[in-house]
């Protein structure tokens, strides 16, 4: 099992910025993808960018692609959101989301096994 836990949400004003983390614990996660997804109500989630543990190579959504960046920090166990530029529509429940399965990065949340409980980010305008 893998547990993950989110931190860092909050309200900010357009053009700010947050940084979101997510504590690992549980199993090693050596060789699995990290990823954030993010969730409006009424709406699938999507995803925002994937990380591979061992290798740090990333991958994002053109949405948010050159002002969210994901990191790791293998010492700590925690995969990082920094967020920057923020818009009115950056407005979700975010959620951290562990695939222990494949060294592949999906953009299909169905791909992912563990979760978090998801962290509140709102940009006012």
């Known amino acids: 099992q893998v547990q993950l836990v989110e931190s860092g949400g909050g309200l900010v004003q357009a053009g700010g910025s947050l940084r979101l983390s997510c504590a690992v614990s549980?199993?090693?996660?050596?060789?699995?993808?990290m990823a954030w997804f993010r969730q409006a109500p009424g709406k699938e989630r999507e995803f925002v960018a994937g990380?591979?543990?061992?290798?740090?190579?990333?991958y994002y959504a053109n949405s948010v692609k050159g002002r969210f960046t994901i990191s790791r920090d293998n010492a700590k166990n925690m995969v990082y959101l920094q967020m920057n530029s923020l818009k009115p529509e950056d407005t979700d429940v975010y959620s951290c989301?562990?695939?222990?399965?494949?060294?592949?990065?999906?953009?299909?949340?169905?791909?992912?096994?563990?979760w978090g409980q998801g962290t509140q980010v709102t940009v006012s305008s």
């Open positions: 989301a562990a695939d222990v399965g494949s060294p592949i990065i999906y953009s299909d949340p169905g791909k992912y096994e563990f």
């Open positions: 549980g199993r090693t996660v050596s060789g699995y993808v």
């Open positions: 990380i591979r543990w061992t290798s740090g190579s990333t």
